[in-house]
């Protein structure tokens, strides 16, 4: 079967997009529900990104330091032309810049490679970092006194976290004093880390899901393939539409034109109630983004002193 849309003009004059729906985050802001993700592992291409922004509606694009396009990131919103008022761009602190004094110095440079005075939300990248002397608790709590100052200065309109367990987001609530507005995590019907998604939803945190399509290892698995052909739609739409459905801020990534456009058309049908449960009962177990805490189901924590330091690729 093809799933693209035979109509879909990969020129830059024919379609102007859905129209996004957004969430609102406890502080009033709303950010789109679908965003573009990008990505360090070949995850840019300008002419996708101009075409995301100028033909599919896309007005939030998720990036990060680590990623190496955020000066790329510029260049591409420049020539799409559209204003920066309504675009909604996250970016993240990466581990090594943690701490009192380098957090705010990388914030205002990737506020710079990406050619803006301010960010809409700006993350904590991972909850671990390694500062010598320094719990990762004093660490977090350090740089996140860093990032509340940002807030409170308008440089980051948002402020939140990525791949925080609740024991993160506890320590969080007791050493800081603005909760994270944004927790952003793997989420895709392989990783339903269903315990944090209601932790943050009971806490006014704004659950946002990376990796919807479980890099592409859901688009082949027979139950979602058939799914798609009683919608009529592609597995990626399911996967996407399901995230959505279940109230998650999706950031699916592509460099495919054709994929970014398929991508965006969800909203024109919802999955019955009863695909939902089935969706939602899928296997659920494969993580493919490690952690220190392999599992999202909290464990009894080892000390700070003895957790292993993990590799910060990713």
């Excluded at 946002?208 to 688009?219: H, S, T, W």
């Amino acid at each position: 079967m093809n799933y693209y849309l035979s109509s879909v003009n990969l020129g830059m004059d024919t379609f102007a997009g859905p129209i996004i729906p957004s969430v609102e985050l406890v502080n009033g802001l709303k950010i789109p529900i679908l965003g573009l993700g990008t990505s360090h592992h070949g995850g840019y291409s300008h002419s996708s990104v101009v075409y995301a922004l100028k033909e599919c509606g896309i007005r939030h694009i998720d990036t990060a330091k680590r990623y190496g396009c955020e000066s790329h990131l510029k260049k591409a919103i420049e020539e799409s032309r559209i204003n920066r008022e309504d675009l909604w761009l996250t970016t993240k602190l990466w581990p090594g810049d943690y701490g009192c004094e380098t957090s705010k110095a990388a914030c205002l440079e990737s506020c710079k490679r990406l050619g803006v005075d301010y960010v809409d939300l700006y993350l904590m990248h991972w909850p671990d970092g390694n500062a010598l002397g320094k719990t990762n608790r004093e660490l977090r709590a350090e740089t996140w006194q860093v990032l509340e100052e940002l807030y409170d200065e308008g440089i980051c309109r948002s402020i939140g976290v990525s791949n925080f367990l609740i024991s993160h987001l506890e320590q969080l609530k007791e050493d800081c004093d603005i909760i994270p507005h944004v927790n952003q995590a793997e989420y895709h019907p392989f990783q339903r880390p269903q315990e944090l998604v209601d932790y943050c939803r009971s806490h006014g945190i704004v659950f946002e899901g990376y990796c919807p399509l479980a890099k592409g290892q859901a688009l082949s698995h027979p139950d979602i393939i058939k799914m798609s052909e009683k919608y009529n739609c592609s597995p990626s739409q399911i996967c996407i539409r399901w995230s959505i459905q279940n109230g998650v801020v999706t950031i699916p990534k592509s460099t495919k034109k054709e994929r970014i456009w398929e991508n965006c058309q969800v909203f024109d049908f919802s999955l019955s109630k009863e695909d939902l449960i089935f969706m939602n009962s899928l296997k659920n177990t494969k993580k493919l983004i490690t952690l220190n805490y392999p599992l999202w189901k909290e464990q009894k924590p080892q000390s700070e002193a003895t957790i292993a330091k993990k590799d910060l690729s990713q």
